[in-house]
């Protein structure tokens, strides 16, 4: 009998014991009658020496068995309690979260909520990682990516954050100095701040007529927060996130182009390998995410 072996027995005889039978020990165990049995014999071999009095319906318990029962009990205890310990790890948020996202979204939503996230949560430990680059979760033992859809087919699971409207907008300076655009085809003559991950062939709908235009500027950004910079610095026009410029609208500091002209909606998502929600404080954070989202997705607000 290995050491393992020995100790799985003893868990069994202690269980035997609290039990008050075989059986009882099997049911509690998930185990059949004559593997217990067989566990106790084998034990008892092992030490030389008869742990349990056995009849037709009843048994009793050895003086070396009484002795011997009190270790064996406390491993038991000490085996519970570990796994408790562990299940703690799973049904609790506590440990690390690691996550990324760009460096635009995520220091204007991302950060502020997982600010929050860690007050209602100071068990829980963040590791934030901001780039603009698209990283590969796995690769760099990652647990959440924050991305903008549609999404490439890929072995992540995926959890919808929000969704807003994308809309073309520009500051007054620029219109009062390049006027303002009163159909599609005027978008090709004006300037615009171009973003790396918008094409250049706008498609928008327009009265449900489906509409394309190419469109170019003397600015060219990769990051979304200097594209809104330039936008709001009057240097052209561009395509933006409706959610992100709302209050400069409202303020008048941006105006909206052509609102009845409408470009496809834009999703963002939260991505994790699979088996990552497992985790309490994955599944805790992400909830906490889209709760906190809930204002600015109008998927939840019409």
């Known amino acids: 009998m290995s050491a393992l072996d020995e100790v ?117 430990a963040i590791d ?45 300076d620029y219109l009062d100095r390049a006027g303002h655009p009163e159909k599609i085809d005027d978008f090709a003559l004006h300037d615009w701040v171009m973003y790396s991950r918008i094409p250049e062939t706008l498609t928008m709908t327009c009265k449900g007529t489906e509409q394309k235009v190419r469109v170019n500027g003397h600015v060219r950004v990769d990051n979304a927060t200097a594209r809104l910079q330039f936008l709001r610095g009057g240097h052209g026009m561009a395509v933006v996130p409706q959610c992100d410029v709302q209050d400069d609208i409202e303020r008048g500091d941006l105006v909206r182009i052509l609102p009845d002209c409408i470009l496809p909606d834009l999703l963002v998502y939260a991505v994790y390998p699979a088996g990552v929600t497992r985790s309490a404080k994955v599944q805790a954070l992400l909830e906490f995410m889209r709760r906190e989202l809930r204002d600015i997705d109008i998927s939840r607000n019409g």
């Open 128 to 172: 934030v990682h901001l780039s603009d680059d698209v990283v590969d979760l796995i690769g760099m033992g990652m647990d959440i990516g924050i991305r903008s859809g549609p999404l490439k087919s890929s072995d992540l699971k995926s959890f919808k954050l929000y969704q807003t409207h994308r809309i073309v907008c520009a500051s007054p």
């Open 8 to 124: 799985r027995a003893m868990m069994i005889f202690a269980r035997v014991v609290e039990e008050g039978g075989f059986s009882a020990a099997a049911r509690k165990m998930g185990l059949s009658r004559a593997a217990i049995s067989h566990q106790i014999r084998q034990l008892e071999a092992k030490l030389g020496v008869p742990l349990l009095r056995r009849s037709t319906r009843t048994f009793s318990i050895t003086d070396a068995g009484e002795r011997y029962y009190d270790s064996c009990r406390t491993i038991m205890l000490e085996a519970e309690a570990a796994r408790k310990r562990v299940e703690e790890l799973r049904d609790e948020p506590v440990g690390k979260i690691s996550i990324t996202s760009s460096v635009h979204l995520g220091n204007l939503r991302i950060v502020p909520i997982l600010n929050r996230f860690r007050r209602t949560y100071p068990s829980v």
